[in-house]
């Protein structure tokens, strides 16, 4: 195994996927990881490495600012710590320490050439005729603060782990004596009765009299107060509307079309239909029955694998071995499998865009359109330069408004979430996010600095007014509280006669024995399986209880508004000999799950050979200066 490592690491093949291996790590982040003087304090040493401080800190400030972007810029570094990500962070990068010492123990090593080779084909590095541009290539690393053999070197040694990482996948297919028992466990479907009982259908609720409101309402508070509204105006620079003012002669429109004469060539491009497996078999018996009934996605169906479009391709966006054989192709014909670092790809030719360049009249408003933006973008600067320099002055918004042309957009009252009190959006919200976040983040009267949407739109927003948030009167709400009270009140009745039902059918009573009504409904689901089967009408959440339910067995669950009482009423196997779609699913799933858990296993192996201390004080301490 290891001779065909070392042998991979010279070939052409392999350095095709250091391509896209370097591609996927991205050039415009790897900076955060690499930047700056190590401090010698170490948070960690694993084997005879050390993990400083600033490396550590730089890639939890990374990894924080992937958490800001899903759950909002307000995720503080106590806030991650509790999901567990400096410990994720941590545990990383002792991973990634081992496994290069692992390698350097194998005398694994990825060829300095390969890595120029793979610098060079880095398609950002490219100037628009596709040829390696060391200006561009130079301009980018210096965005990142890396010089060429800092990049290389540091790229050099990813790769160097990712092949030892490919060592634990395996092409070979997995015997029947494996795939059989695991395919029928996961691939065997549930078909279950659904009881599905509304909570309004139950109509025997009393009428509540008045000392039972008030207690109710004295209850839950919560429920019955009135968020926090606030009165706002909103100034907005519009790009598109600066856009609208800017005039653009078609003696512009000309001059700029010839500029862009080379830009616009553009070579012949296919749209091809495409199957990638990692076995040459399989890929051969798609091909087969492909060329047989002319149709790429039935034969991929039939085999158990998905059909992918691939549009609009150029020669030069093709992987190496695919783009000749690929241009080749007559209209709908198919390919032979060919053979690429990703696998085994069957194609069929769709549609081919032949090589030119568009006409003067056909982007003509295109290019009117282009123009008036890069205009704009440039009056709207100039614009947004006197708008900070008069809120800077502290006059008033409405007349810097009036001064500049700017439209201002008035919201009486507006709560955090923004819903007004009604408990809608109001009619206009431009860049919610960034609006309700300043003004709910500044004092009565106070006028934000100026808000970039991003989208070439500056806004202020002032606060007008606070209204407090408070409880809402009892008698101005009477009847939102009767309706809550009924509500609860009709919950707890529909649970207990959803548990009913269901104690009935553990006892032996068959479905038949349930008395329909209207808002009792009984139907009959979707099959359900491990490998993708599902019922769109049942809740995601409730798949896993449900895959471990036997047949006959029973459970209620509450829902809002609804009770759902569920009891298996078949389990159908599934039989491997002739289902290839199922097997398909149960083969790829454990093709992907199966080198993860051999890699887990090593990297707990190399834990045992190398010995791994952490300095836990200085971890923590990582954390309280990014709460600073």
Do not use: C
Request: negative net charge; glycine residues 4%.
């Amino acid at each position: 195994m290891l001779q065909v490592m070392r042998e991979m690491a010279h070939a052409w093949l392999f350095k095709l996927l250091m391509v896209i291996l370097v591609l996927s790590f991205g050039i415009w982040g790897i900076g955060d990881i690499f930047r700056g003087n190590p401090l010698q304090d170490k948070v960690a040493k694993a084997g005879s490495k050390s993990i400083t401080v600033q490396e550590f800190s730089h890639e939890f400030e990374h990894n924080l600012s992937l958490m800001r972007r899903n759950f909002g810029p307000d995720m503080t570094a106590q806030q991650a710590k509790a999901f567990g990500i400096l410990d994720m962070t941590l545990n990383s990068m002792v991973d990634k320490t081992l496994l290069d010492q692992s390698a350097r123990k194998l005398n694994l090593d990825v060829g300095e050439q390969s890595m120029m080779d793979v610098f060079a084909a880095i398609p950002q590095f490219h100037d628009k005729d596709g040829k390696f541009d060391k200006n561009l290539a130079r301009q980018a690393l210096e965005h990142a603060n890396l010089n060429e053999q800092d990049f290389i070197k540091q790229q050099r040694a990813e790769a160097t782990r990712h092949l030892l990482i490919d060592a634990f996948s395996d092409d070979d297919p997995l015997p029947n004596s494996i795939l059989d028992p695991i395919m029928q466990a996961r691939g065997q479907k549930r078909i279950l009765n659904v009881i599905t009982l509304r909570n309004d259908s139950i109509t025997n609720v009393p009428t509540p009299n008045d000392k039972e409101l008030k207690d109710f309402y004295a209850k839950n508070p919560k429920q019955f107060t009135a968020p926090e509204y606030r009165g706002i105006t909103i100034a907005e620079l519009s790009t598109e509307a600066v856009a609208k003012d800017i005039a653009i002669s078609d003696e512009d429109i000309k001059k700029e079309y010839e500029t862009r004469s080379a830009q616009l060539e553009r070579p012949e491009r296919r749209s091809f239909l495409q199957v990638v497996t990692p076995d040459e078999a399989k890929a051969k018996q798609v091909a087969a029955d492909a060329k047989e009934g002319g149709d790429l996605a039935a034969a991929a169906k039939k085999n158990g694998l998905e059909s992918i479009p691939l549009e609009e391709s150029d020669k030069r966006s093709l992987m190496g071995g695919l783009a000749d054989p690929a241009f080749a192709l007559k209209d709908k014909q198919i390919s032979d499998p060919l053979h690429s670092s990703l696998g085994w790809h069957v194609l069929q030719l769709q549609k081919i865009i032949p090589a030119g360049k568009p006409t003067f009249d056909s982007l003509k408003d295109d290019i009117r359109d282009s123009l008036r933006l890069d205009r704009s973008a440039d009056a709207v600067a100039e614009t947004n330069n006197k708008l900070e320099d008069e809120l800077a002055a502290g006059h008033n918004l409405d007349d810097i408004a009036d001064a500049l042309k700017l439209r201002l957009i008035k919201i009486p009252a507006i709560d955090s979430n923004g819903k007004t009190p009604d408990g809608k959006p109001p009619a206009e919200l431009p860049d919610s996010a960034d609006v309700l976040k300043a003004a709910f983040g500044q004092n009565s009267g106070e006028t934000s600095p100026t808000i970039d949407d991003k989208n070439g739109n500056y806004l202020v927003v002032r606060t007008d007014n606070v209204t407090p948030s408070a409880v809402k009167p009892f008698d101005t709400i009477t009847a939102d509280v009767a309706a809550a009270w009924k509500a609860e009140a009709q919950d707890t009745r529909a649970r207990a006669e959803a548990e009913q039902i269901a104690k009935d059918l553990r006892g032996g009573k068959p479905i038949s024995s349930i008395r329909l009504r209207e808002g009792l409904e009984i139907h009959q689901s979707k099959p359900i399986s491990q490998i993708g089967d599902e019922d769109p009408e049942l809740p995601p959440g409730l798949m896993p209880n449900i895959l471990k339910m036997k047949k006959g067995d029973v459970v209620s669950w509450p829902l809002t508004e609804r009770q759902l009482v569920l009891r298996v009423s078949d389990i159908v196997p599934v039989d491997p000999d002739h289902d290839e779609i199922a097997k398909g699913r149960v083969t790829q799933d454990l093709n992907d799950q199966m080198p993860k858990e051999l890699i887990s296993s090593y990297v707990k192996y190399l834990r045992t050979v190398f010995a791994v201390e952490i300095h836990q004080e200085l971890v923590d301490n990582v954390v309280q200066t990014q709460s600073n």
